[in-house]
């Protein structure tokens, strides 16, 4: 949808679209940011435009899968309230209810794992366009760093609050090792690139 019209409905009082689609979109942000970068650091024939283009090729290809996201997040958790609208009068039907409701929370983990994977490969990039990039779009390559973090820390925000209200044990601790890995190198990345912004004095 058009920006104005996203904001509307981000702001309105309907649930949807809500701080999953906000993640996605500052992943998708940060992914295009990270092109326009790579794109405005390769000359033809200086070492590294080979690099440099790959990068550009990889932010684009993750800027469609996470802006498909902001809609997919958006399914998700209306597939939850719809199944927590399904008839439970009978025992039948309450069985069949709960099993959905699970499902659905269960499914609404998947997107923002997937927007927590594809910002952590954008905080990669970032952090080697800070060094090696385009000195002059240095704040366009440190912003798409921050813009890839909130996605991060809002997906994994996102997989908590379903994960509260997931029965399945096993399920829960699969999700739950998920997120220490990322916090494993999203840390790391983190310190470094805040490092190499303040570096520069900016501030």
């Known amino acids: 949808m058009e920006i104005q019209e996203f904001l509307k409905n981000l702001a309105s009082d309907t649930p949807t679209p809500g701080g999953g689609s906000v993640s996605a979109l500052s992943g998708a ?3 295009s940011l990270i092109a ?3 794109g405005l650091s390769y000359h033809k024939g200086q070492a590294g435009s080979r690099e440099m283009k790959e990068v550009k090729r990889k932010a684009l290809t993750i800027q469609k899968r996470l802006y498909r996201a902001i809609e997919e997040d958006a399914r998700s958790f209306d597939a939850v309230m719809a ?3 399904l008839p439970k009068d009978e025992e039948k039907e309450r069985l069949y209810r709960d099993g959905m409701i699970q499902k659905a929370y269960q499914k609404a983990t998947m997107t923002p794992q997937k927007v927590c994977e594809l910002s ?3 905080l990669e990039f970032s952090k080697f366009l800070l060094r090696k990039g385009n000195q002059n779009a240095f704040s366009d390559a440190g912003v798409a760093a921050y813009l890839a973090n909130t996605a991060i820390e809002g ?3 996102n997989i908590q609050i379903n994960l509260g ?3 399945d044990k096993g399920f829960r601790s ?3 090792r998920f997120m220490r890995r990322l916090l494993q190198r999203q840390g790391p990345l983190m ?6 912004i303040r570096g520069r004095a900016f501030y």
């Open 120 to 122: 952590l490969q954008l």
């Open 36 to 38: 326009m970068v790579a």
């Open 165 to 167: 209200s997931i029965q």
């Open 174 to 176: 699969e999700r739950e």
């Open 191 to 196: 310190t470094e690139i805040r490092k190499e």
């Open 155 to 157: 997906g994994m925000l």
């Open 83 to 85: 199944a927590f609208r």
């Open 29 to 31: 942000l940060s992914a």
